[in-house]
């Protein structure tokens, strides 16, 4: 991908913070919205066949029915919580050494529907509880830069089954420009939602760190 291209991709999604009540409790949410040019079906069978999100996001093994067990390649794991084809898709997400101790304190939502020129809207929800350790210190760009990757990778896979490399990507010219931006994105929207503009600044300077480590 071209530096525009990337870049394009980035300002096609509107971002916002808000908030969620989980099992847990409280929760804050990162959400993600935007377009792709594919019918309805195609973008729902991208997200829950496990052989193209293998392609596009990561390698999924389980029982990938309501109510069943998942695993991505990774540690991310979680349950099925509801599916309503092609609209709606809601997991569990849990992550991390102490998932196992946390359940339900995060949870990720897909919403689609269809465009007036057999496009679709997408909308992701991803609630997490507010104790999360790694909030204090990276806000909402934690796992907002991850999603603005993959979602930027769903593009191409939509487009002509192109599979983005992330660790090439991020070491691009292009890919280090676009993991600044998206993490001064969310920072935005971490602003908007209430945040103190100092701890704002360093949330995004750690994420940023986090993403693109010096050397």
Known sequence: M???????????????MGSATLPAGAAYTMELRRRYDAHIDDVWDAITSPERLSRWMKPVTGDLRLGGAFELEGGEHG????CEP???????????PEAD??????????R?????????EFELVHAAAVGEPMFPTYGPGAGGVGWDLHLLTLAGFLVDSDVLDHAEFRVSPAGSEFIRRSAA?????????GGEPDRVAAAVEATTAFYLPAG
């Not at 071209?2 to 916002?16: F, I, P, S, Y």
């Not at 689609?112 to 679709?120: E, H, K, V």
């Not at 994105?185 to 939602?193: K, S, Y």
Request: proline share 7%; aromatic share 6%.
């Open 2 to 16: 071209t530096m525009k291209d990337v870049l394009d991709e980035l300002a096609a999604a509107h971002r916002k």
């Open 79 to 82: 349950e099925i919580l509801r």
């Open 86 to 96: 092609p609209r709606l898709l809601r997991v569990s997400w849990m992550f991390g």
């Open 101 to 110: 101790e946390w359940p339900g304190t995060s949870e990720v939502e897909v």
């Open 112 to 120: 689609l529907s269809p465009g007036p020129a057999g496009d679709t």
């Open 185 to 193: 994105a969310w920072g935005e929207a971490h602003l908007a939602g």
